[in-house]
């Protein structure tokens, strides 16, 4: 089992450029998640699908969209790339076993907008 | 909503030295608490989380956390660190009424234990 994986592992744009960042899970769970990481700071959520066709904005949705394009599969696209977008991003699954919750990351895409 | 403080962003240790790394959380309503850790250049991992039960819980190498609700923390301890803890340590919070994947994190504690 691979788990959570994520491509590219790294990526530097410039201003205004758009990008997608790939995510996918082979443990069949419903619920997936965007998070990003800046210096300092915990995860921030930035999108989230409970479940194949459904997603909801997390904290901090402004300037991303995404796509849930079947349940292995969440994609997180930047239309037009800003500095302020410049940090490590993290997707996760989440098995939800009724008490025994437990959330699954991926390795991690490091982004640098210029 | 809910809110997460980790008290100290750096935690210096000696190796087999006693370690504790604090977390505080506010919540209007129940909730689960986790703590997450975190090597260099990878993803988080789960270390330990508190959903129902006992209020003290346990890792597999060695850490705990009690939950302690009259006092909203969550601290983390481990009695003798080695070198291979270093890392970034995460606390996490969801309301017990929502899936842990929309939880609150702290801003990390970076504990270094030194030779």
């Known amino acids: ?3 959570v994986t994520q491509t590219p592992k790294f990526q530097v744009l410039k201003t205004g450029q758009s990008m997608t960042l790939q995510c996918a899970q082979d443990m069949n769970h419903n619920s997936m998640y965007w998070y990003r990481q800046d210096p300092g700071m915990g995860l921030r959520l930035i999108y989230y699908s409970a479940s194949e066709g459904t997603t909801d904005k997390g904290e901090v949705p402004n300037g991303y969209n995404v ?3 079947n349940k292995r599969e969440f994609s997180l696209r930047l239309e037009s790339a800003a500095p ?11 098995r ?3 008490g025994r919750d437990e959330q699954f990351f991926g390795p991690g895409t490091r982004l640098t907008v210029l | 909503a809910q809110s997460v403080t980790q008290l100290d962003s750096q935690v210096p240790v000696f190796e087999e030295a006693p ?3 604090r977390c505080n959380y506010s919540s209007s309503v129940s909730v689960y608490l986790f703590w997450y850790v975190q090597y260099p250049n990878q993803g988080l991992q789960l270390l330990l989380k508190y959903l129902s039960g006992s209020t003290l819980v346990e890792s597999i190498n060695g850490f705990e956390a009690e939950f302690n609700k009259s006092q909203t923390s969550f601290h ?5 660190v080695h070198i291979s ?5 995460f606390c996490a919070v969801s309301a017990n ?3 842990a994947g929309k939880s609150t994190f702290g801003d990390g504690t970076t504990l270094t234990v030194k030779p």
């Not at chain 1, 302020?84 to 989440?94: E, I, R």
């Open chain 1, 1 to 3: 089992n691979a788990g």
């Open chain 2, 19 to 21: 370690v504790e790394l």
């Open chain 1, 67 to 69: 796509s849930r394009l």
């Open chain 2, 97 to 99: 009424n929502t899936n």
């Open chain 1, 84 to 94: 302020s977008q410049t940090s490590v991003y993290f997707c996760a699954t989440l």
């Open chain 2, 76 to 80: 983390l301890r481990k009695p003798s």
């Open chain 2, 85 to 89: 803890d270093t890392a970034e340590y």
């Open chain 1, 96 to 98: 939800a076993d009724s």
